[in-house]
T-cell receptor
Framework: ELKVEQNPLFLSMQEGKNYTIYCNYS?????LYWYRQDPGKSLESLFV?????AVKQEGRLMASLDTKARLSTLHITAAVHDLSATYFC?????????????FGKGITLSVRP | GAGVSQTPSNKVTEKGKYVELRCDPI?????LYWYRQSLGQGPEFLIY????????DSGLPNDRFFAVRPEGSVSTLKIQRTERGDSAVYLC???????????FGPGTRLTVL
């Protein structure tokens, strides 16, 4: 059974500092996804990582993938309040039944002044 | 362009009643997914449609749950004899052929009293 684990589950961040959060998964998957969810809202796609060593950056967020370690990291540079949200990672394949996503429990980030 | 829409946004029903939840995917998206998100958890896969057919319904919890997509666009998730444990946010997502990303709708919050 495919399992996706995220840690920590909650992270209080200080504005301006850097942080890294982690996503581990139990079996080989084609793709690793990061989504953001604001309270009471739906999921917003952030990144899709396709291959070992893939790195993608958008603003203060940078995601990377190590398929051998089955690990993805999301690095936050100089945290700002707007980044406060819950971040989910998910794994899935590309086509057919494999394309369903298996999500972790999410990491709630809170940025304090 | 228009995103994934779901109706109703909120549904309150009594135990034992029948409910229907509707999803309008992004126009032209051939793949459609239903997920269920309980409080404090990541979304859990329910069913996947490719076109009109259910390609994978392995996530449906029991035979009280059923979904259709008769014309390959709008989908309806149907729950019979609702139970309090069915209370959750039901999310719909769609994906274009050849794309990696699933785009999520705002969800329907179902409360079973």
């Amino acid at each position: 059974e495919l399992k996706v684990e995220q840690n920590p589950l909650f992270l209080s961040m200080q504005e301006g500092k850097n942080y890294t959060i982690y996503c581990n998964y139990s079996t080989t998957s084609d793709r690793l996804y990061w989504y953001r969810q604001d309270p009471g809202k739906s999921l917003e796609s952030l990144f899709v990582l396709l291959s070992n060593g893939a790195v993608k950056q958008e603003g203060r967020l940078m995601a990377s993938l190590d398929t051998k370690a089955r690990l993805s990291t999301l690095h936050i540079t100089a945290a700002v309040h707007d980044l406060s949200a819950t971040y989910f990672c998910a794994v899935g394949g590309y086509t057919g039944a494999n394309s369903k996503l298996t999500f972790g429990k999410g990491i709630t980030l809170s940025v304090r002044p | 362009g228009a995103g994934v829409s779901q109706t109703p946004s909120n549904k309150v029903t009594e135990k034992g009643k029948y409910v229907e939840l509707r999803c309008d995917p992004i126009s032209g998206h051939t793949a459609l997914y239903w997920y269920r998100q309980s409080l404090g958890q990541g979304p859990e896969f329910l069913i996947y449609f490719q076109g009109t057919g259910a390609a994978d319904d392995s996530g449906l919890p029991n035979d009280r749950f059923f979904a259709v997509r008769p014309e390959g666009s709008v989908s309806t998730l149907k729950i019979q004899r609702t139970e309090r444990g069915d209370s959750a946010v039901y999310l719909c997502a769609s994906r274009d052929a050849g794309s990696d990303t699933q785009y999520f709708g705002p969800g329907t919050r179902l409360t079973v009293l």
